[in-house]
């Protein structure tokens, strides 16, 4: 099963608001990554936050991490239509007896209305 | 250079065609990774190559067939394909060093359609 489920799996929201996204996952973790995919291309890497850090941010991008539930969450303020995309967690996940693969979450799409 | 590129952008075959995908970065990464993407459907881990070597193919059928000809290229042949085959395709790449782990950059993606 996948490593990462998030909620809500589809958020609409205006321009200028924020909006958040969660990531639940199920096993220990070296550190947790953020992707976007604008629709039909490829992923671009947002932020990776390490297991030992508890908060992470990059410009208008906040993460959060909470190893002790297992969860992560993605704050993006001031939200612009540019936004407007699906957003993936990815987790490390063992094969061979190491962390050898990222497991993708179920993803969130948002759209942003100018 | 942080970018990885891949060709076809589309790609359309029958079932009794062969195909091959292209994928190339120069960033000096030493893992490379193809990934398949159904709609509305995160990607799906199909094989990664750890210094041009085969390091993990995830049960995908022979159909597909990866190749590593050097540390900049990649590709994935098809043949036999079923419309279920019928995705997009990505390839990206990583630092190499603990590929479970890292960032990884991905190319535009071929989207496959299987008549």
Redesign the interface.
Known sequence: S?QGEEDPQALSIQEGENATMNCSYKTSI??L?W?RQNS??????LI?IRSNEREKHSGRLRVTLDTSKKSSSLLITASRAADTASY?CAT?????G??????????T?LAVQP | DTE?T?TPKHLVMGMTNKKSLKCEQHMGHRAMYWYKQKA????E?MF?YSYEKL??NESVPSRFSPECPNSSLLNLHLHALQPEDSA?Y?C?SSQGR????E???????T?LLVL
């Open positions: 996948q070296n550190n990554q992707y039909g291309r490829g992923l671009v890497h990776l993936f490390g996940a063992n094969y061979g190491a962390t050898n693969k990222l497991i993708f979450g179920t993803g799409l | 990885v891949q509305k459907k995160p990607p881990l990664v390091s993990i997009l990505l990206a603990a590929f479970g782990q960032t990884q950059y991905f190319g535009p993606g989207r």
